[in-house]
């Protein structure tokens, strides 16, 4: 199993351009997560996904967008990309089980600089 | 507003040290979780805790619901436990993990 990957690694892009993330999971999760972690900051969540079809917003989700149209899916999308998107971000996916709970296993993370 | 504390915030320890890493939260939770975020930027998740105590090798995390914190212990610390160690919280009835902002651990040989 791959696990949770992330395409691409690492971008530059220059402010105004638009990109998408790649975030695929093997695992057959539920749930899938869009992070992002800056300097200093604890890791915010932008967008989530509890199923196929269904997305919801985070703490930080404008200037994104996101698609879960398969299951094993989550994308993140920037439409007109800003400096202030400059950040890493990891993608994540879970499971949840009544009585277990809940574990999150992470992508490698997406080091993104937009000048 | 669910605010996540952690101290401190960067710890160095001498090899074979005893570590503690300190977690506070403001809201009443479902579940707490530790993460270890390596050096290379990978996160791994360590331990989901919402009573008591667990334990996984060297690493002993623990939870006091009243109190509201918790606590991640490494004993017998080695170099290769040199890491970024975040606390995240569920606030109850939430789909979503709130984050620390990480205890820097480096650990001396």
């Known amino acids: 199993n791959a696990g949770v990957t992330q395409t691409p690694k690492f971008r530059v892009l220059k402010t105004g351009q638009s990109m998408t993330l790649l975030c695929a999971q093997d695992?057959?999760?539920?749930?899938m997560y869009w992070y992002r972690q800056d300097p200093g900051m604890g890791l915010r969540l932008i967008h989530y996904s509890v199923g196929e079809g269904t997305t919801a917003k985070g703490e930080v989700p404008d200037g994104y967008n996101v698609s879960r149209l398969k299951k094993q899916n989550f994308l993140l999308g920037l439409e007109s990309a800003a400096p202030s998107q400059t950040s890493v971000y990891f993608c994540?996916?879970?499971?949840?089980?009544?009585?277990?709970?809940?574990?999150?296993?992470f992508g490698p993370g997406t080091r993104l600089l937009v000048l | 507003k669910n605010e996540v504390e952690q101290s401190p915030q960067n710890l160095t320890a001498q090899e074979g040290e005893f570590i503690t890493i300190n977690c506070s939260y403001s809201v009443g939770i479902s579940a707490l979780h530790w993460l270890q975020q390596h050096p290379g930027g990978g996160i791994v998740s360590l331990f989901m805790?919402?009573?008591g105590k667990k334990k996984h090798g060297r690493l002993i995390a623990t939870i006091n619901i009243q109190e509201k914190h918790s606590s991640l212990h490494i004993t017998a610390s080695h170099p290769r436990d040199s890491a970024v160690y975040i606390c995240?919280?569920?606030?109850?009835?939430?789909?979503?993990?709130?984050f620390g902002t990480g205890t820097r651990l480096t650990v001396i040989p």
């Open positions: 695992m057959n999760h539920e749930y």
């Open positions: 805790l919402s009573s």
């Open positions: 995240a919280v569920r606030e109850t009835g939430a789909n979503n993990l709130f």
């Open positions: 994540a996916s879970s499971y949840r089980r009544r009585t277990s709970g809940e574990t999150q296993y």
